[in-house]
């Protein structure tokens, strides 16, 4: 199975390889939201349109994935920011999406992020004197001591979103 990846981030295509056990082809297409999304409704918006335009952009590709990252806070229960992966996945004719860990992010990282003009990996960059980090560990490795990774919650979405296309059970329901 050919994957197209909506995304040239190496950590981004790292989790697709953990995913599957094969080798995406990546692309840059655009997200169709801001590049420091601030909720999850607009992280899945950008996953959607990354995973729909790697699928065209890829002629022979069977599943089009798009990862997009984000932030979102939590106005009703913990009023915290949330750090929110999200995974899409399309061939076509079908579309899921499915998310990675919600992280909490400290409140001064939030109301930086609030206050726009800035994306995380800058904040995380500047705090933990970094260059880069969200082609690698990202905010979660960097807050979690390694403990969690960019990579690693992008994985288990991955695999989560593409897990409707791979059990019968998908398709039994729908019909097929």
Same mark, same amino acid.
């Given at each position: 199975m050919q994957f197209a990846l909506g995304?040239?981030?190496? /950590?981004?295509?790292? /989790?697709?390889r953990l995913a599957?056990? #094969?080798?995406?082809? #990546? @692309?840059? @297409?655009?997200? &169709? =939201?801001?590049? $420091?999304p601030l909720s999850a409704e607009e992280t899945v918006r950008g996953a959607m349109a990354r !995973?729909?335009?790697?699928?065209?952009? @890829?002629?022979?590709a069977d599943i089009g994935l798009g990862l997009e990252g984000g932030v979102d806070y939590d106005d009703r229960l913990t009023h915290h920011w949330y750090l929110v992966s999200? #995974?899409?996945?399309?061939? &076509?004719?079908a579309l899921y999406v499915a998310h990675g860990v919600? %992280?909490?992010?400290?409140?001064g =990282? &939030? !109301?930086?992020?609030?206050?726009?003009? =800035?994306?995380?990996?800058?904040? %995380?960059?500047?705090l933990f004197s970094r260059v880069g980090s969200n082609h690698d560990e990202g905010a979660y490795g960097l807050l979690s001591a390694g403990r969690i990774t960019r990579d690693?919650?992008?994985?288990? +979405?991955?695999?989560? +979103? *593409?897990?409707?296309? $791979?059990?019968? *059970?998908?398709?039994? $329901? /729908?019909?097929?």
């Amino acid at each position: 199975m050919q994957f197209a990846l909506g995304s040239t981030n190496q /950590a981004k295509r790292r /989790a697709v390889r953990l995913a599957t056990g #094969c080798e995406p082809i #990546c @692309v840059s @297409v655009p997200s &169709g =939201v801001a590049s $420091q999304p601030l909720s999850a409704e607009e992280t899945v918006r950008g996953a959607m349109a990354r !995973a729909r335009g790697a699928l065209a952009a @890829v002629p022979g590709a069977d599943i089009g994935l798009g990862l997009e990252g984000g932030v979102d806070y939590d106005d009703r229960l913990t009023h915290h920011w949330y750090l929110v992966s999200v #995974c899409a996945a399309w061939d &076509g004719r079908a579309l899921y999406v499915a998310h990675g860990v919600h %992280m909490p992010l400290p409140d001064g =990282v &939030g !109301a930086r992020l609030a206050a726009g003009g =800035v994306e995380l990996s800058e904040v %995380m960059d500047a705090l933990f004197s970094r260059v880069g980090s969200n082609h690698d560990e990202g905010a979660y490795g960097l807050l979690s001591a390694g403990r969690i990774t960019r990579d690693g919650v992008f994985r288990d +979405a991955v695999i989560a +979103a *593409l897990t409707p296309f $791979q059990n019968v *059970l998908y398709r039994a $329901q /729908a019909g097929d």
